[in-house]
C-alpha cells in the first residue's frame, strides 16, 4: 500500500504563506491523483485541492482559489500545497489523500489512503 506523510505546517501570521509537502513511499507502483483536505475544529472535513499524476488537472475549492497552487514532483513522490496570503479560517489540520481511481477530481469516498494531517494555525 502507500504510505502518505505530511509536513510543513505550522504557525504563521494572516497574510503569511507555508508550504506543505506530502510524501508517499510504499507500493506507488501506477499512477495516483492526489487530493488535500482540511479539518477545523468542530467542523466536517472540507475539500481543499486536488491534483492528477501528470498534473494536468488541478481542482480547488473555492475559498482557496487564487491563493493556493497544488503541485506535484513525481520524481519524489511528493504533492505540495503551497498556501499564500493566509486568513485565519485557514486554520485546521491539513491531510493528503490520494487515489489510483480515474476521476477527477476524486470525491472524497474514492480516496485510497490518507497522511496523518499536519496542523496550520494562522494568527490574527
Known amino acids: 500500500q502507500v504510505q502518505l506523510v505530511e509536513s510543513g505546517g505550522g504557525l504563521v501570521q494572516a497574510g503569511g504563506s507555508l508550504r506543505l509537502s506530502c510524501a508517499a513511499s510504499g507500493r506507488t507502483s501506477s499512477s495516483y491523483a492526489t487530493g488535500w483536505f482540511r479539518q477545523a475544529p468542530g467542523k466536517e472535513r472540507e475539500f481543499v485541492a486536488a491534483?492528477?499524476?501528470?498534473?494536468?488537472?488541478?481542482n480547488y475549492a473555492d475559498s482557496v482559489k487564487g491563493r493556493f497552487t497544488i503541485s506535484r514532483d513525481n520524481a519524489k513522490n511528493t504533492v505540495y500545497l503551497q498556501m499564500n496570503s493566509l486568513k485565519p479560517e485557514d486554520t485546521a489540520v491539513y491531510y493528503c489523500a490520494a487515489t489510483y481511481r480515474a476521476t477527477m477530481p476524486p470525491p472524497y469516498w474514492q480516496y485510497d489512503y490518507w497522511g496523518q494531517g499536519t496542523q496550520v494555525t494562522v494568527s490574527s
Open positions: 491534483i492528477s499524476w501528470s498534473g494536468g488537472s488541478r
